[in-house]
């Protein structure tokens, strides 16, 4: 089950949810995305549709896409039912003016990094490695509370998830205006909300694994490394979300950890 907030009303959904609402619907023809439910596949619109109650002209893809693979939900394409690439965004360009790894002045609220988006990627990975969502925040309305939230077996993860800085405004209102700040130096102060947060998180709740999940970019990982001996002696740990989709983990003694699927295993890279 999951649970979530649209809209400013909240949620619950099960996948029994999304399978017993479909029984009888006959499936509309994909145009971009659908989901596989059993040996059919549906419009991710027309399943959330069914599934919630919310009328598809409140909602957009994402939010049902992120729902719906949270559930475990095969996503998959209109070219022949194909399964889906994750998150399939533009590869961000640099120009001679940016600093490497950051995004130049094109990015938008497009681009792979952002928050909503790097949270979308880890529940997708988290769904097919066998974790169950238990909840997590609608970001994009800025929803409070623990971003992520997931369970497998005895094991819990609290999970505090942040994008990294682009050069225009998410507000529709400023496109096209470019942000006075740079990048790199929003990118600490977000840096230092994420640990307050998850120190926050292993306060309240103790029993989970407090985790900073950030996508992999150059200043992160230079911020990281100022501070990764403290976050280990507070038991919190920092996933990496690549471009691609896959999680990493980064153990100070060790070096960095790719997180195996379903088993679990740790691969070094």
Same mark, same amino acid.
């Given at each position: 089950?999951?649970?979530?907030? !649209?809209?400013?009303?909240?949620? @619950? &959904?099960t996948a029994e949810?999304?399978r017993? $609402? &479909? $029984?009888? %619907?006959? *499936?509309? *023809?994909?145009?971009?995305?659908g989901?596989?439910?059993?040996?059919?596949?549906?419009p991710?619109?027309?399943?959330?549709? %069914?599934?919630?109650?919310?009328p598809?002209?409140?909602?957009?893809?994402?939010?049902? $896409?992120?729902?719906? %693979?949270?559930?475990?939900?095969?996503?998959?394409s209109?070219?022949?039912?194909?399964?889906?690439?994750?998150?399939?965004?533009?590869? #961000?360009?640099r120009?001679?003016?940016?600093?490497?790894?950051e995004?130049?002045?094109?990015?938008?609220?497009?681009d792979?990094?952002?928050e909503a988006?790097?949270?979308?990627?880890?529940?997708e990975?988290?769904?097919?490695?066998?974790w169950?969502?238990?909840?997590?925040?609608?970001?994009?309305?800025?929803e409070?509370?623990?971003?992520i939230v997931?369970?497998?077996k005895? =094991?819990?993860?609290?999970? @505090?998830? /942040?994008?990294?800085p682009g050069r225009?405004?998410?507000d +529709?209102?400023?496109?096209?205006e470019? /942000?006075?700040?740079?990048?790199?130096?929003?990118?600490?102060?977000?840096?230092? $909300?994420?640990?307050?947060?998850?120190?926050?998180?292993?306060?309240?709740?103790?029993?989970?694994?407090?985790?900073?999940? !950030?996508?992999?970019f150059?200043r992160?990982r =230079? !911020?990281?490394?100022?501070?990764?001996?403290? &976050?280990?002696?507070?038991?919190?740990e920092?996933?990496?979300?690549?471009k =691609?989709?896959?999680?990493?983990r980064?153990? +100070?003694?060790?070096?960095?950890?790719?997180i195996? &699927? #379903?088993?679990?295993?740790? #691969? +070094?890279?």
């Amino acid at each position: 089950m999951i649970q979530f907030t !649209l809209n400013g009303a909240r949620y @619950e &959904l099960t996948a029994e949810d999304v399978r017993r $609402r &479909l $029984r009888d %619907a006959s *499936p509309e *023809p994909i145009q971009q995305y659908g989901i596989r439910v059993g040996s059919s596949a549906y419009p991710v619109k027309q399943a959330f549709e %069914a599934a919630t109650g919310i009328p598809r002209s409140a909602f957009t893809t994402q939010p049902a $896409r992120r729902h719906l %693979a949270a559930l475990g939900f095969e996503l998959v394409s209109n070219a022949h039912q194909r399964p889906a690439a994750v998150m399939p965004e533009p590869r #961000v360009r640099r120009s001679d003016l940016q600093a490497p790894g950051e995004p130049g002045p094109s990015s938008s609220t497009a681009d792979w990094h952002t928050e909503a988006q790097v949270q979308a990627m880890l529940v997708e990975y988290l769904v097919h490695d066998g974790w169950q969502i238990v909840s997590q925040a609608d970001t994009a309305r800025r929803e409070r509370g623990i971003d992520i939230v997931a369970a497998r077996k005895a =094991d819990t993860v609290a999970i @505090e998830v /942040k994008g990294f800085p682009g050069r225009g405004y998410a507000d +529709p209102r400023r496109k096209g205006e470019r /942000k006075r700040a740079q990048p790199s130096t929003q990118a600490k102060g977000w840096y230092g $909300r994420a640990v307050l947060a998850a120190m926050l998180t292993r306060t309240r709740m103790p029993q989970a694994r407090s985790v900073i999940a !950030l996508p992999d970019f150059p200043r992160y990982r =230079d !911020l990281f490394r100022e501070t990764a001996e403290w &976050l280990q002696r507070c038991s919190i740990e920092l996933w990496w979300v690549s471009k =691609d989709g896959d999680v990493m983990r980064d153990n +100070p003694r060790h070096g960095r950890f790719k997180i195996g &699927l #379903v088993s679990g295993v740790a #691969v +070094p890279v």
